[in-house]
């Protein structure tokens, strides 16, 4: 079933936004350009989440013959670092995508949201607020009660305007004074509560160094960034939706004064990629790696993209992941089975097969000479003949996987067992003539005749059909590697909600995940966690076996995936994979065998 030929490349289904960008271009409103952005903070590793976002806007810029600026949304000196900021140019360019010089960073206008903010002081639309962090978070009101207006709203402007400069001029402690917006404290969203745009803060910043001590804000640094870019679609996850009203307000306020050019971008929001049997949480991230439940960032369970990159994931299976499952406005969860089957699909359409045997038992061909050997063909990829084949050499001596072979087999077991014969895949007939058992009654080798007649690929082999096909390693030809099988990290869907197994259909409550942006633009992720998330991990996620390859498989260049024959798809290890030893990661299996479980949990 995994031999079938790979699905034809989908062709782009329709979504909002590529009907969104199709009627742009239609009506002339961006005169057919299109101008996307992939906004990270430089502050952790990107993770399957980001593969989402990065598909969308570099594929939508690319569909349109537009482009992609990747931009470093980098306000927040605190968190943020450069050694990041080359891990996430490396992801981007991994899953396939180049932004050409069009690399920014918001720091770049740090000198243009300053005279902004000046002007939007001068213009009565902005005033320096001395309440506490506290104080500003009690009268902000709720959704059902409006705000209450701070005692500095009517500050004049050349007061605000003189102590803006001196916040600059570093007269003042971090919290001291904020720059607040003068919008609508009785707003019926709470974003335009007169929101804080500019804060003090004594700190470096890996770019700008010590210039500033007030730094803007994520709401006001996007927007304006977004326009300075002259970015057409900027596209967001659902939680910045209601962002979205002062996103405009401030960008039509600065076109309105002349200090922006129109046509202005527009924000537009889908929903974020959430997927079972993993988190995605920087925080629990940060977690798995600093107490060793993971072996780094980059360990292959990990869901960053290093981690992908290093279990043997494909960017274009990511894309296939993406594409099946669309883009939408409505957060849901994706089980995790839709991510190894996009990545199946692709591997198989890739994929070089190779046989390894991982679980060993000597097999014994007593009618065949000692001291021979001999080729067989093996097709490098069953539905790309010219890809070729490859020999793997025959001898008396050979390894099959333990469980090809049963003593004592069960109705309808075809592979090898007393008296039975089989196909030893690309080379001859064999039948089982006895074992070999150990003092405690283990079987250590099975004996087997085999018939000279029935080489696979000479005339005439095929007119005898045995029901059963295993795949076998000449003993004294195979080499030895470090298998390390990869499965999931958690063991249930949900890890750490109140039902991890979401089991009760339609009780959305242990599993629905809010989503909320703060003002550094920073997403706090909200699963009603009742219970330890690290209490769900798979205890079984990573398996190392020593096992035999084929000869060829000792010179794979690292990272070179394969299928190994009826077993999965394995990598070559970006890192340990080497010229003395070989390293192959499990990718994933051939089938699903988490299958019955998600069924349960379904
Ligand atoms: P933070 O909490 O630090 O902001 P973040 O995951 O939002 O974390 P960013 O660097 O801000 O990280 O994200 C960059 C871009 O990736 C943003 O546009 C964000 O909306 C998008 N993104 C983040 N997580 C996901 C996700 N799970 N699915 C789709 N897009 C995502
Ligand atoms: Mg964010």
């Known amino acids: 079933m995994t031999d079938k030929p790979a699905p034809p490349a989908p062709a782009p289904a329709p979504n909002f936004l590529r009907t969104i960008i199709a009627e742009d271009n239609r009506s002339g409103k961006y005169g057919g350009q299109v101008v996307t952005r992939f906004p990270p903070e430089p502050n952790g590793y990107l993770h399957y989440g980001h593969a989402k976002s990065i598909i969308i806007n570099f594929g939508l810029a690319a569909e349109n013959n537009g482009r992609c600026n990747l931009r470093f949304d980098d306000t927040n000196p605190l968190k943020e670092d450069v050694e990041f900021e080359d891990s996430i140019c490396g992801a981007v360019r991994w899953l396939g995508y180049d932004w050409g010089e069009h690399r920014y960073h918001a720091s770049d206008y740090y000198d243009d949201l300053y005279r902004f903010a000046e002007w939007f002081i001068e213009q009565g639309l902005a005033y320096i607020d001395s309440q506490s962090a506290e104080d500003m978070r009690a009268t902000r009101g709720t959704l059902t009660e409006p705000g209450k207006e701070s005692p500095d ?78 970015i057409t679609h900027s596209i967001c996850t659902l939680e910045f939706q209601d962002h979205r009203p002062l996103y405009d307000w401030v960008i039509e306020k600065l076109a309105d004064g ?18 079972t049997y993993v988190v995605l949480s920087k925080r629990k991230l940060i977690e798995l790696v600093n107490k060793g439940f993971v072996d780094g960032w980059d360990d292959p369970r990990m869901p960053t993209l290093v981690g992908a990159r290093r279990r043997g994931f494909t960017p274009d299976g990511f894309r296939l992941l993406i594409e099946r499952t669309g883009v939408s406005k409505n957060d849901t969860w994706l089980d995790m089975s839709l991510l190894e089957n996009a990545m199946r699909d692709d591997l198989n359409d890739i994929a070089e097969r190779r046989i390894a045997i991982l679980d060993p038992l000597k097999l014994i061909i007593d009618n065949y000479p000692e001291n021979q050997s001999e080729d067989c063909f093996a097709p490098n990829h069953p539905q790309k003949p010219e890809l070729g084949k490859r020999a793997v050499p025959f001898s008396r001596e050979l390894w099959i996987e333990r469980d090809d072979f049963m003593e004592t087999p069960p109705k309808g077991y075809f592979r090898l067992s007393p008296g039975k014969e089989v196909r030893l895949r690309y080379g001859y007939i064999v039948q089982c003539t006895g074992v070999d058992k150990d003092a405690a009654g283990n079987i250590v080798a099975v004996h087997a005749t085999y018939d000279p007649d029935t080489k696979s690929g000479t005339s005439g082999a095929e007119t005898r059909k045995v029901k059963g096909n295993i795949h076998w390693l000449s003993a004294a030809h195979a080499k030895t590697a470090e298998i390390r099988l990869y499965d999931r990290l958690f063991a249930v869907p949900f890890p750490g909600a109140r039902n991890p197994l979401g089991e009760a259909a339609g009780d959305t409550s242990s599993t629905a995940k809010a989503v909320s942006a703060d003002a550094d633009g920073e997403t706090a992720e909200a699963v009603s966690e009742e219970r330890n998330y690290l209490d769900d991990l798979n205890p ?38 080497t010229k003395t030893k070989s390293v192959f990661n499990r990718t994933v299996t051939l089938k699903d065998s988490w299958g019955e479980a998600s069924g349960k949990s379904g």
């Not at 007061?159 to 720059?179: C, N």
């Not at 002349?258 to 997927?275: I, K, S, T, V």
Request: aromatic fraction near 12%.
């Open 258 to 275: 002349g200090l922006l050019e129109r046509p202005l971008p527009r924000q537009y929001e889908f929903a974020r990629l959430n997927l």
């Open 153 to 230: 709203r009517h500050r004049p402007a050349a007061e605000s305007l003189a102590l803006f400069r001196r916040m600059k001029a570093g007269e003042f402690a971090d919290g001291q004074y904020v720059l607040r917006l003068k919008i609508d404290m009785a707003s019926p969203n709470l974003n335009m509560r007169d929101p804080a745009i500019y804060r003090i803060r004594h700190a470096s910043h890996h770019r700008t160094g010590d210039k500033w001590c007030v730094y803007p804000l994520y709401d006001y640094t996007h927007c304006i960034s977004d326009a300075l870019e002259r």
């Open 540 to 577: 079984d996620s990573k398996k190392v076996i020593t096992a035999y390859i084929e000869p060829a498989l000792a010179d794979a260049v690292p990272e070179t995936r394969f299928q190994f024959e009826r077993q999965g798809y394995f990598v070559a290890d970006l890192e340990d994979h």
